[in-house]
């Protein structure tokens, strides 16, 4: 069974830090393309990143761009995404989704992934 568990998440300050992690089981993703989305309560799914089999190729929305940073160690099966100059607007749940099919590209639609996350919870006050 594939399973993708999030971890990392919880509550800091504007301004702070957090590194979520995504260990895949079941199978192994090192051919496929990975990403992170969020939601907010009241809104839908949103893309966050996306990184491609190799780690070659990331796809950042423009929200995080520059803040946050999308990577992954293919050797333990495990995404990160590195979260800096938190703001109260990141405030979500994060999911990480993985992507079935082998060397696709850093896909910004969730409907690209096939596997996912049950999300871990950032709350970033202010």
């Given at each position: 069974q594939?399973?993708?568990v999030?971890?990392g998440?919880?509550l800091?300050q504007?301004?702070?830090s957090l590194?979520?992690?995504?260990v ?5 993703f090192?051919?496929n ?9 009241g809104t839908e799914?949103e893309f ?9 190729m990331?796809n ?6 520059g ?5 992954r160690?293919?050797a333990k099966?495990t995404?990160?995404l ?6 109260p607007?990141d405030?979500?749940?994060y999911?990480?989704?993985?992507d079935?099919e082998?060397f ?6 969730s409907?690209r ?6 999300g871990?919870?950032v709350?970033?006050?202010?």
């Open positions: 594939v399973q993708l999030e971890s998440g919880g800091v504007a301004g702070d590194r979520l992690s995504c895949a089981s079941g199978r192994t090192s051919a393309s990975m990403g992170w989305f969020r939601q907010a309560p799914r966050v990143s996306a990184v491609t089999w190799g780690g070659a990331a950042y929305a423009s929200s995080v761009k803040r946050f940073t999308i990577s160690d293919n099966n995404l990160f590195q979260m800096n100059s938190l703001k607007e405030t979500a749940v999911y990480c989704a993985a079935n082998a696709g590209s850093a896909w910004n639609d409907v992934y096939d596997f996912w996350g049950r871990t919870q709350t970033v006050s202010s």
